[in-house]
Each structure stands twice: as C-alpha cells, then as structure tokens.
T-cell receptor, first 112, second 115 residues
Framework: DAMVIQNPRYQVTQFGKPVTLSCSQT?????MYWYQQKSSQAPKLLFHYYDKDFNNEADTPDNFQSRRPNTSFCFLDIRSPGLGDAAMYLC???????????FGSGTRLTVV | AQTVTQSQPEMSVQEAETVTLSCTYD???????LFWYKQPPSRQMILVIR??????QNATENRFSVNFQKAAKSFSLKISDSQLGDTAMYFC????????????FGKGITLSVRP
C-alpha cells in the first residue's frame, strides 16, 4: 500500500546531541511537510518542500533544519535539541489539494 | 491569513448516540477545501472527511457527515451511531487551492465515547 513511513517511532536523545528523524513516501507526492505536535495541541508546521524548493515557516527556530535528497525521502535535523523540543514530529505529504495530507505515524522525540 | 476555530475543547457521548463537533473558519477565498482529521491515542492522523467549498452538497462518509454552511463559514462534523473506536482528538482543517498551500488546523477537540 502507498504510504508515509516515519522512522524511528520513538527516539530518545540527549540534550544538545544532534538527532535526525526520517520520513519516506511511496505516494510520489511532490510536497512533503514536517509538523511538530506537543501534547493536546494542534500540529505546528515547521517547514515544507515543494519538489526541491524549501519553505521555512517564519517562526521555526534555526535549530531545526531539513533535507530532501529525492522525491521519496525527507529528513528533519535538530542540531542541538533542548527539553522544549520534546514532542511528536509528524511528516505529511500532499499531491493534490482536494485530498488533504497523508500523514505518517509520527516520531515521538524525548530529550533527556 | 486563514484561521480555524474549534471552541469546544472536549466532548463526551454515549455509545450509539450522535454527536456534533463544531468548527468555524475565516477566509477571504472563495474556493478552498475543508477537512476533519481524527487522531486516536496511537497518534496516527487520519483523514475522516473532506469538503470542497464549490460543492453545495454536504460530504458524507458512512457514519460521518458534515454540515457545511459557506456563508456562515461553519463546518461541523456529525458522528452517528458513535462507537468506542471513535474516541480520539478531532481536528478541523482548512486549505486553499494554491499549489503551494498549507493546511491550517484548529486547536482540536477531544471526543470520548462512553460505553
């Protein structure tokens, strides 16, 4: 089945130690998004790629970066995680407006 | 900028009964898309139903239906015959029709279905 896959499902990292979260898709969608979701809150868009074009949200901290080496893969890099970065990170893809987004299962990041 | 408002933080419903979740939005666009997403405790965000603004007919997906009032900018979700598996957080979301458009979420509502 076509889907969006996020690895790992759970990630524990040390305060200040760089961490990378990954997302892959088999939908061949041209747009990929990264959201941060804290407990009982709405997802907050960090950035997205429209094909190879990177679009950063104005309030996304510089600590968060992203890479998209090809259509299928997108990575979220957190350069120096702080305790406040502990959250669920959701990857989503979109190929046509009327169908909304397809979300992955998310990666729950814990910072210790 | 578009905004999506879900004013009820939580609701509870008895199994087999019907519940309606409210959502309002604000936009200056004439054509756009509206969605309801479900996020159960497993945290996978699942699309429940979608509505295209140019369609007058309300969308229906099995037990889920919407009441789309374009003039009032209202988009409520009705869940009929509630089941225990409907317990989840529900997000209303808006997206315009631009190729590079983004999904704007409401704050969500926690729905609990009681046995």
């Amino acid at each position: 089945d076509a889907m969006v896959i996020q690895n790992p499902r759970y990630q524990v990292t040390q305060f200040g130690k760089p961490v990378t979260l990954s997302c892959s898709q088999t939908l061949n969608h041209n747009v990929m998004y990264w959201y941060q979701q804290k407990s009982s809150q709405a997802p907050k868009l960090l950035f997205h790629y429209y094909d190879k074009d990177f679009n950063n949200e104005a309030d996304t901290p510089d600590n968060f970066q992203s890479r998209r080496p090809n259509t299928s893969f997108c990575f979220l890099d957190i350069r120096s995680p702080g305790l406040g970065d502990a959250a669920m990170y959701l990857c989503a893809t979109s190929g046509h407006g009327s169908y909304g987004y397809t979300f992955g299962s998310g990666t729950r990041l814990t910072v210790v | 900028a578009q905004t999506v408002t879900q004013s009820q933080p939580e609701m509870s419903v008895q199994e087999a009964e019907t519940v309606t979740l409210s959502c309002t939005y604000d936009t200056s666009e004439n054509n756009y898309y509206l969605f309801w997403y479900k996020q159960p405790p497993s945290r996978q965000m699942i699309l429940v139903i979608r509505q295209e603004a140019y369609k007058q007919q309300n969308a229906t997906e099995n037990r889920f239906s919407v009441n789309f009032q374009k003039a009032a900018k209202s988009f409520s979700l009705k869940i009929s015959d509630s089941q225990l598996g409907d317990t989840a957080m529900y997000f209303c979301a808006f997206r315009d029709t631009g190729a590079n458009s983004k999904l704007t979420f409401g704050k969500g509502i926690t729905l609990s279905v009681r046995p």
